[in-house]
């Protein structure tokens, strides 16, 4: 005679799965409609839906967006809690670079489809490389009030994200591009700890700097100025 499939406790993997996302005691939640949770609750359930297979691996995309402010540290405590103690890998989707930095240890920094800087997020956000990381992370605000704001380095609109630039995507909001940068598309640098795609390094983004070679120019033609100024003296 066949054998009989063995099957799961079901009763017992649902409660051990929302246990796990901070639903306990499971026996209050298990049988609730949606509209009787809060919307940290419905995301907890999300999470719980998610760890009934076990996965070694969860992708969490927008996990918090949707969220009231003050129940996101929670969502993102509970991922930390995934990742340290069931050694689960996560794959953390989101706009928001302040709350990427909380629960990740490596950041891809996405722009129009293409991942433009990976690396340790620390690294990342302390000394980003590509000019769209820079200027993803000049705009956090910070509550620091010692906290110096340096301009925006980007120009232009977001791109269409189907009709690309057939050089560099960045193109036409990048203030350090170059001829090159519109036609041909950029190679991958690679450092410790770090790729990103660009024509030029570090010393080649400063010298295309427009901003700071117009100061330059404005700062060597006042010089050129006062000298003649001395001169007619
Ligand atoms: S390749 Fe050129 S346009 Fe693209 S990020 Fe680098 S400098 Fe800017």
Redesign the pocket.
């Known amino acids: 005679p066949k054998k009989k499939a063995q099957q799961p406790d079901v009763l017992a993997e649902v409660s051990r799965a929302l246990e796990i996302a901070n639903l306990t005691p499971a026996s209050n939640y298990i049988n609730r409609y949606p509209h009787e949770l809060s919307g940290g609750e419905r995301q907890r359930v999300s999470i719980a839906r998610a760890l009934i297979q076990r996965p070694d691996f969860l992708l969490a995309d927008e996990p918090i967006s949707m969220l009231d402010v003050s129940i996101r540290a929670n969502i993102m405590n509970l991922l930390l809690r995934l990742r340290n103690e069931y050694g689960m890998s996560i794959m953390y989707i989101s706009h928001d670079i302040a709350s990427a930095r909380y629960v990740s240890d490596y950041i891809a920094v996405m722009y129009l489809g293409v991942a433009v800087e990976y690396g340790r997020v620390e690294e990342i956000i302390k000394m980003p490389f590509?000019?769209y990381t820079k200027s993803l992370i000049d705009a956090v605000p910070s509550p620091d009030p010692d906290w110096i704001h340096h301009e925006l380095k980007i120009i232009g609109e977001v791109g269409n994200s189907v009709d690309v630039h057939p050089g560099?995507r960045?193109?036409d909001r990048?203030v350090?591009?170059?001829d090159i940068?519109e036609s041909t598309p950029?190679p991958v640098r690679a450092g410790p700890d770090r790729m990103y795609l660009?024509?030029?390094d570090q010393d080649g983004?400063i010298e295309?700097d427009s901003d700071l070679n117009a100061e330059k120019e404005e700062e060597g033609e006042a010089e050129v100025m006062s000298a003649d100024g001395e001169q007619g003296k």
């Open positions: 590509h000019p560099c960045f193109y990048c350090f591009r170059k940068c950029p660009c024509h030029f983004l295309n």
